[in-house]
Every structure is written in C-alpha cells, then in structure tokens.
C-alpha cells in the first residue's frame, strides 16, 4: 500500500481515535490528527514486521485499517500521557 494510503488512514485514525478517547489534548484537533497519522505509519510497521500486512495488500484490506487505526490510538494514547497537564 502506498504512502498517500497510509496518511488517509491515519486522518481517519486521528479522527476516530479523538472520538474514542475525549478530553483536552495538547495542540488541539490538528495535533490529534497529526499524531493519527504519525501512528497509521507505526501500525503500517508493525503490521509489516509481524508479517501480516505487504506491499501488495489493497487500500480496502481490513487488516491495514485496523493497523493504521490501532496505531492511531497507540500514539495518541502515548502523547496524552507524557504531554497532557
């Protein structure tokens, strides 16, 4: 799957993951979509690693979405705690 994919999947995951875990953050909505975004390039990897996701899995392929959104969560959770008041 290709790059621009990942940065879709990663809007969404900031999107979603905002939506699943409220509350102030540091930097605001943009911050939170950049972090999703930043995660659906770490769940890229890690899915990659485990040897689950491929180069040639398709932008529809379930596991990518769910990779790039558990990412989305994993660093957005990580951002809260060390960098929320």
């Not at 390039?41 to 558990?70: C, H, P």
Request: charged share 10%; hydrophobic share 60%.
């Amino acid at each position: 799957m290709g790059f621009l994919s990942w940065i879709i999947f990663g809007f969404i995951a900031g999107l979603l993951a905002k939506a699943v875990m409220p509350g102030k953050d540091p930097g605001g909505w943009v911050v939170t979509i950049l972090i999703g975004i930043a995660g659906a390039f770490v769940g890229g990897f890690i899915g990659r690693s485990l040897g689950i996701l491929n180069e040639t899995t398709s932008f529809w392929s379930f596991a990518d979405w769910i990779f790039a959104i558990l990412g989305g969560f994993i660093v957005l959770w990580v951002w809260k705690r060390f960098f929320a008041k």
